[in-house]
């Protein structure tokens, strides 16, 4: 499964982006095999949870530290995930990266199998 992520860029604190990851390559698989997540890395530091939303899209999970302002949201029929990000902040600067899991759930890293390239979020204050 090869993923791109897309939609990163600069932003002013409070303001809004909204990421995308299209999926490809699932050799006849369906979208809805994986669940998918968000996750990033900011310098210097490792890889985090941000989000993760489950095969069907009923089931949703967020850090804390972005609850109520992250949005997750899939359309398997068009093999893309998206990541709404409002009122974001400085702290959210970072590479957002989407990975792609056949395990039932996944808050880790370990647990997904597949990786896009990364999308820069930079928030200015």
């Known amino acids: 499964v090869q993923l791109q992520a897309s939609g990163g860029g600069l932003v002013q604190a409070g303001g809004s982006l909204r990421l995308s990851c299209a999926a490809s390559?699932?050799?006849?698989?369906?979208?809805?095999?994986?669940?998918m997540g968000w996750f990033r890395q900011a310098p210097g530091k490792e890889r985090e949870f941000v989000a993760v939303?489950?095969?069907?899209?009923?089931?949703?999970d967020y850090a804390d530290s972005v609850k109520g302002r992250f949005t997750i949201a899939r359309d398997n029929a068009k093999y893309t995930v998206f990541l709404q990000m409002n009122s974001l902040k400085p702290e959210d600067t970072a590479v957002y990266y989407c990975?792609?899991?056949?395990?039932?759930?996944?808050?880790?890293?370990?647990?997904?199998?597949?990786w896009g390239q990364g999308t820069q979020v930079t928030v200015s204050s």
């Open positions: 390559g699932a050799s006849g698989r369906s979208l809805s095999s994986y669940v």
């Open positions: 990975g792609s899991g056949r395990a039932y759930w996944g808050r880790t890293p370990d647990e997904y199998d597949y």
């Open positions: 939303i489950s095969r069907s899209g009923g089931d949703t």
